[in-house]
């Protein structure tokens, strides 16, 4: 959900021709940085030309993707975008933004699901109480720095490699709990 300013609207940035983006809420000068900062906290904002008052929004969040694949971190692959460029001027360009749209909100869904999925199936095993939880609340923390790694589309550095300690009993035991989370993550994919 998009936060909004305290009268409803997104907050204006404006755009003026020397390049310096202007935060109308905080009256300061901000970066593309502040901006992808916001967009990853879900605040809503609107750029706009200084001068002509013109919506850029679009651009201004085109060039934060821009930016964000050449720090080497690339989320996009080179076969998605040649296909994405293959869909302009083709018959089906205008249900390509509302089919993406729509697959990145799917996608989001999912990943809500399964993060509350994996936490609710450790908080009511039988290991709840054990050294498995905290081995559980470990693997929780990887996977959501890697959550946070794959929204910012940067490495997270807390999200250091937990190494797991035990014998093989304990093993056998991971081993069966993953396999019965493994059932209920297929249910829940029904």
């Not at 935060?23 to 300061?28: I, Q, Y």
């Amino acid at each position: 959900m998009k936060k909004t300013v305290p009268d409803g609207g997104p907050v204006i940035i404006k755009k003026y021709a020397n390049r310096r983006l202007y935060n109308t809420e905080t009256s300061s000068y901000i970066t593309l940085e502040h901006l992808a900062a916001m967009t990853r906290e879900g605040r809503d904002f609107k750029v706009v030309d200084a001068k002509s008052d013109d919506d850029i929004t679009h651009n201004v969040l085109t060039q934060i993707i821009m930016e964000e694949e050449s720090r080497g971190q690339t989320m996009l692959p080179v076969s998605f975008l040649r296909q994405l460029i293959a869909l302009y001027g083709d018959s089906m360009q205008a249900m390509v933004p509302g089919y993406l749209e729509a697959s990145m909100d799917s996608f989001r869904r999912n990943q809500e699901q399964f993060k509350s999925a994996v936490e609710g199936a450790f908080a009511n095993s039988p290991f709840a109480n054990s050294p498995f939880a905290e081995i559980a609340k470990r693997n929780m923390a990887m996977f959501e720095a890697a959550t946070a790694a794959f929204k910012a589309g940067a490495a997270n550095d807390s999200a250091a490699p937990v190494q797991a300690e035990g014998s093989e009993s304990e093993m056998h035991a991971l081993r069966a709990e993953l396999a019965r989370l493994q059932e209920k993550v297929d249910k829940l994919a029904k």
